[in-house]
C-alpha cells in the first residue's frame, strides 16, 4: 500500500513532541513491513529525497500558515509537489488537529476524491477543549469539521477519545490504536528495583498548566514533609523553563532538581534507573513517555487527567492513579516506593501490557488493517 503522512515540520530523532515520535515511528515501521511511504512537511527550504528507510521526503517552506498575515489558500509550490505524487498515493494520513495546514492540504485531498485519515494523536480529547476553548470552538465549526467529517476514518489513541470524536458529529468508522513504542534491545530482563532508590523521574516539555507541573511541584512539597529520601528529577525543556525554576526555589521545594533532556541510550538509562516515573497533566490524549517507561519495566505513576489512567491502569488493575489533593497523592507515592513487591508485580505486569499495546509491529499492522478497512469502505 501506498500511504502518505501529513505533518507540520521536518522530521529530526531528537525531539520532545510526542505527535512528532509517533508519526516517525509508525511511517518506520510500515516501511519496514514493505509498504511505499511519502512523507509531508515543513522546512526552512524545499528539500525532496528518500531516506535509508526508504521514505519519500518533501518539505515545503514554513508559510502555512503564517502568523502576520494568515493565507487560506495553498501554496503554488506545495499544491504542485502534492499533484505530482496523487496518483501513486492510496490513502493520506493526517496527523494533528485544529491547525490551518492541514485543512488546507485536506482541501486538496478532497478535490482530488482521495481518501484520508485523520489521528489526532489525542487533540481531540474533552480536557484538551479546556484550553484556548472559544477558539477552538469557533475553527471547529469555521474549518475543522469540513476536514473531519469528510475523513474515510479516524484514528484516535484512546477509548475516551473515541466516544468525543462520535459526539464532535463525525459518522465515519473510528478504531483506537495507541502511538507506537519501539523497542529497545536490553529490555527483555526485568531491572532490580534497588530498596534505596527513591528518584522519581518525569521527562517531557515544560509546560506548566498541560503537564500539570504545578501540581507535580505540590506534591513534592507534601513528599518533603514525608520522607526527605525521596527525590523528583524533571529532564526536558521549553519557554516555562525559568518560570518553572522559580516556582522550585520560591517554595523552598529541596527534593526537585530540573535538568536537560535526554535521548537514545542515555535516556534508557535513565527510566531504567528510577524507582519510578511521574506523569501530572491535567490532559493528556495519551502519554508516550508513560508507555516508554512501562515498556522499560519501570512503574509509573499517572495522574487522573492522563486517559491512560482509565484507558489502561485502571481497565488491567495497575497503580498508581493519583488523586486530587496533593497530599493524599504524596502519601500513597511513599506508600508505593516504599513497598518494592508491589513496584515489582507492577513494573512486570505494565511491561506485558505494554508490549501487547504499544510495540511498533503491533501499532503498523493494525493501522495497515484500518487502512484496508476504510478503502473497503470507500470502495
Same mark, same amino acid.
Given at each position: 500500500?501506498?500511504?502518505?503522512?501529513?505533518?507540520?515540520?521536518?522530521? #529530526?530523532?531528537?525531539?520532545?513532541?510526542?505527535?512528532? $515520535?509517533?508519526?516517525?515511528?509508525?511511517?518506520?515501521?510500515?516501511?519496514?513491513? %514493505?509498504?511505499?511511504?511519502? *512523507?509531508?512537511?515543513?522546512?526552512?527550504?524545499?528539500?525532496?529525497?528518500?531516506?535509508?528507510?526508504?521514505?519519500?521526503?518533501?518539505?515545503? $517552506?514554513?508559510?502555512?500558515?503564517?502568523?502576520?498575515?494568515?493565507?487560506?489558500?495553498?501554496?503554488?509550490?506545495?499544491?504542485?509537489?502534492?499533484?505530482?505524487?496523487?496518483?501513486?498515493?492510496?490513502?493520506?494520513?493526517?496527523?494533528?488537529? *485544529?491547525?490551518?495546514?492541514?485543512?488546507?492540504?485536506?482541501?486538496?485531498?478532497?478535490?482530488?476524491?482521495?481518501?484520508?485519515?485523520?489521528?489526532?494523536?489525542?487533540?481531540?480529547?474533552? =480536557?484538551?477543549?479546556?484550553?484556548?476553548?472559544?477558539?477552538?470552538?469557533? *475553527?471547529?465549526?469555521?474549518?475543522?469539521?469540513?476536514?473531519?467529517?469528510?475523513?474515510? /476514518?479516524?484514528?484516535?489513541?484512546?477509548?475516551? +477519545? &473515541?466516544? +468525543?470524536?462520535?459526539?464532535? %458529529?463525525?459518522? !465515519?468508522?473510528?478504531?483506537?490504536?495507541? =502511538?507506537?513504542? @519501539?523497542?529497545?534491545?536490553?529490555?527483555? %530482563?526485568?531491572?532490580?528495583?534497588?530498596?534505596?532508590?527513591?528518584?522519581?523521574?518525569?521527562?517531557?516539555?515544560?509546560?506548566?498548566?498541560?503537564? /500539570?507541573?504545578?501540581?507535580?511541584?505540590?506534591?513534592?512539597?507534601?513528599?518533603?514533609?514525608?520522607?526527605?529520601?525521596?527525590?523528583?528529577?524533571?529532564?526536558?525543556?521549553?519557554? &516555562?523553563?525559568?518560570?518553572?525554576?522559580?516556582?522550585?526555589?520560591?517554595?523552598?521545594?529541596?527534593?526537585?532538581?530540573?535538568? &536537560?533532556?535526554?535521548? %537514545?541510550?542515555?535516556?534508557?538509562?535513565?527510566?531504567?534507573?528510577?524507582?519510578?516515573?511521574?506523569?501530572?497533566?491535567?490532559?493528556? /490524549?495519551?502519554?508516550?513517555?508513560?508507555? +516508554?517507561?512501562?515498556?522499560?519495566?519501570?512503574?509509573?505513576? #499517572?495522574?487522573? !487527567?492522563?486517559?491512560?489512567?482509565?484507558?489502561?491502569?485502571?481497565?488491567?488493575?495497575?497503580?498508581?492513579?493519583?488523586?486530587?489533593?496533593?497530599?493524599?497523592?504524596?502519601?500513597? @507515592?511513599?506508600?508505593?516506593?516504599?513497598?518494592?513487591?508491589?513496584?515489582?508485580?507492577?513494573?512486570?505486569?505494565?511491561?506485558?501490557?505494554?508490549?501487547?499495546?504499544?510495540?511498533?509491529?503491533?501499532?503498523?499492522?493494525?493501522?495497515?488493517?484500518?487502512?484496508?478497512?476504510?478503502?473497503?469502505?470507500?470502495?
Amino acid at each position: 500500500m501506498n500511504i502518505c503522512f501529513i505533518g507540520y515540520h521536518k522530521f #529530526v530523532d531528537n525531539i520532545t513532541s510526542g505527535v512528532h $515520535v509517533s508519526t516517525l515511528t509508525l511511517a518506520r515501521e510500515l516501511a519496514k513491513q %514493505g509498504h511505499r511511504i511519502f *512523507f509531508y512537511g515543513t522546512s526552512k527550504t524545499h528539500e525532496f529525497y528518500v531516506d535509508e528507510h526508504q521514505i519519500t521526503h518533501r518539505y515545503y $517552506v514554513r508559510d502555512l500558515p503564517i502568523r502576520k498575515k494568515i493565507k487560506l489558500s495553498v501554496p503554488k509550490e506545495l499544491r504542485k509537489v502534492m499533484l505530482e505524487d496523487i496518483d501513486h498515493i492510496d490513502i493520506y494520513c493526517f496527523q494533528s488537529v *485544529f491547525l490551518i495546514g492541514n485543512f488546507l492540504l485536506g482541501r486538496v485531498v478532497q478535490k482530488a476524491r482521495k481518501p484520508y485519515v485523520v489521528v489526532p494523536r489525542g487533540g481531540y480529547n474533552a =480536557n484538551i477543549f479546556e484550553r484556548g476553548r472559544f477558539k477552538k470552538f469557533l *475553527f471547529f465549526h469555521l474549518m475543522e469539521k469540513r476536514y473531519l467529517y469528510p475523513a474515510a /476514518g479516524v484514528i484516535c489513541v484512546s477509548d475516551s +477519545e &473515541e466516544s +468525543e470524536v462520535r459526539k464532535l %458529529g463525525y459518522k !465515519g468508522p473510528i478504531t483506537t490504536t495507541y =502511538n507506537p513504542v @519501539i523497542t529497545v534491545p536490553d529490555t527483555n %530482563g526485568m531491572p532490580a528495583i534497588h530498596p534505596d532508590n527513591k528518584k522519581i523521574i518525569y521527562l517531557g516539555r515544560f509546560d506548566i498548566q498541560h503537564k /500539570g507541573l504545578d501540581i507535580l511541584l505540590a506534591v513534592s512539597k507534601e513528599i518533603q514533609k514525608l520522607d526527605n529520601t525521596i527525590q523528583v528529577e524533571l529532564y526536558g525543556n521549553g519557554p &516555562e523553563k525559568e518560570k518553572l525554576l522559580e516556582s522550585i526555589e520560591k517554595d523552598h521545594i529541596r527534593n526537585v532538581s530540573v535538568k &536537560e533532556p535526554v535521548y %537514545g541510550k542515555e535516556k534508557i538509562d535513565v527510566v531504567r534507573n528510577a524507582a519510578a516515573y511521574i506523569h501530572t497533566a491535567r490532559w493528556e /490524549g495519551f502519554g508516550r513517555s508513560i508507555a +516508554e517507561a512501562m515498556m522499560l519495566g519501570t512503574p509509573c505513576i #499517572v495522574s487522573p !487527567g492522563c486517559a491512560m489512567a482509565t484507558d489502561i491502569f485502571q481497565k488491567y488493575g495497575l497503580q498508581l492513579v493519583l488523586s486530587h489533593d496533593p497530599q493524599k497523592s504524596a502519601s500513597d @507515592i511513599v506508600n508505593y516506593l516504599n513497598d518494592r513487591q508491589q513496584l515489582q508485580t507492577n513494573a512486570k505486569k505494565s511491561k506485558e501490557i505494554a508490549y501487547s499495546l504499544f510495540k511498533s509491529d503491533v501499532v503498523a499492522r493494525k493501522t495497515y488493517q484500518f487502512f484496508q478497512q476504510v478503502l473497503g469502505h470507500q470502495s
